[in-house]
């Protein structure tokens, strides 16, 4: 795994080492371009200096006075300088004294032609221009020769011009070598400032755990995209936390829960074999004990099926189902319930309901809101059952029962809560709506519940449409 600072600088630095190179590169060859036009034309002029100053005689003789271009001997001396005049045949007829014969050679060069040549070691820069022209005099006999051409070449030394751009080399050198390293810590100092703040996060979040539930990473110092990044796994980091702390309480709610019971089984055993017991009074014992552990047995499975409800990835045997049938069916199960309390039961169920769900379980999570309103309304109380449809579908339960404060109202689908527990009797455990809102959310939707206190309670789920 390689470092973010390597995979930011790596591609940085060689990039400003490729554009460093290419502009070292370009700007000598410019500077290289320039002096040796400068000297090319120097050279020319030289050169056509040398072709006016020549004599062509009648004779056929050639006549040049080398003072007539004005090259002093110093010159000559110090800029190796020198010139030749050779005729179309390559026949050099006039040379001074540097001038490099063998290497001139008879080649017949293009008009103008500069080139460059290596003689013992010297570089030299020469332009050889041919000159045409008709001779001054007229012959004896009269006739005008004919027109002559010549070549003559010139030539310096190019040790000038190569010591300015080795020179001008040596200082793109040495100004790039100072950029790149300029240019290369700053952004390396820069990288490393801003990677700081990510080595202050990674040991801020060591520290977060179990242990330290409340620890965060501080948002500060990291820049804005950071930033956003920080908060979003501080809010993980509370979500992680809230789940942790609802897991620490369950277990500790469950411990409770089966406490009691417990408690109450043991107590029975030990009062019962405290003294020699009759037949009737081991029954009645007994029956305690199996009445307790019955309800012990009852809880055990609500919280099995709450956990399997709660599992990730439970399958749904969904099909078409008919909630007003659902409704008919579960309310008959409450009938004795609710006769024993007296109360009336309204059934506002017409036709056919139907939603997409899970048969068992809907008749399930139906079941709690209807055994809640019969528990919780009074003797002589009324609980109606309602299904509706139209753009969506739902199933209503209401009663005018004791009704739940509103401090409660958002708590009572939570595990093991209870209102009032003294209300709930004793197979109140706090589940069964808890158990119900998985359902539903199973089902994409929720319980929806208004309630006033003193006057009755009303829970809705609504499948389908925005409202579900
Ligand atoms: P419980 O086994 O205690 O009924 P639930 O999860 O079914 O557990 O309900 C949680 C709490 O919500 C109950 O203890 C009760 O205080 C309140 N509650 C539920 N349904 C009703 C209702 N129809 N009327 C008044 N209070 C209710």
Sequence with gaps: MTSLRSRILIPLIALTGVIFALFGVIAERAVTRELTRGLDEKLLVMAQDVGSAVELLPSGDVEFEPEDIGMSPAEEERDHAFYAIQDASGFMGIASRNTPREELGSVVPAEGEFRRLQVDGLPLR?????????????????????????????????????????????DLLLGGAALFVVLTLVPLLVVTGALRGLQRLSREADRIGPEAPGCRLEEEGVGTEVAALVAALNRAVDRLAQAHEREKRFSGDVAHELRTPLSAIRTRCEVALRRPRTTDELRENLQSV?????RLGRLVERMLLLSRYQRQGVELSLRETDLSEIARDVMSLHGEEAEKKDISVRMEVGGPVIVQGDEDLLRECVSNLIHNAIRYTP??????????????????????????????????????????????????????????????????????????????????VVFGGDEA
Excluded: M
């Design 290 to 294: 199996l009445e307790t552990s019955k």
């Design 126 to 170: 020469i332009c050889r221009h041919w000159v045409e022209r008709k001779p001054e005099d007229e012959a004896e006999d009269g006739e005008t020769a004919p027109a002559e051409s010549f070549l003559v070449t010139v030539g310096v030394s190019a040790t000038n011009l190569d010591a300015t751009v080795a020179s001008f080399r040596n």
């Design 379 to 460: 003797n002589r109380g009324q609980v109606t059952v309602s299904t509706w449809n139209g753009s969506a579908a739902g199933i209503v339960v209401r009663d005018t029962g004791v009704g739940i404060e509103k401090e409660h109202l958002d708590k009572i689908f939570d595990r093991f809560y209870r209102a009032d527990p003294a209300r709930g009797g004793s197979g109140s455990y706090g589940l069964g709506l808890c158990l119900a809102q998985e359902i539903a959310r199973l089902h994409g939707t929720r319980i929806r519940v208004e309630s006033t206190p003193g006057k009755g309670s009303r829970f809705e």
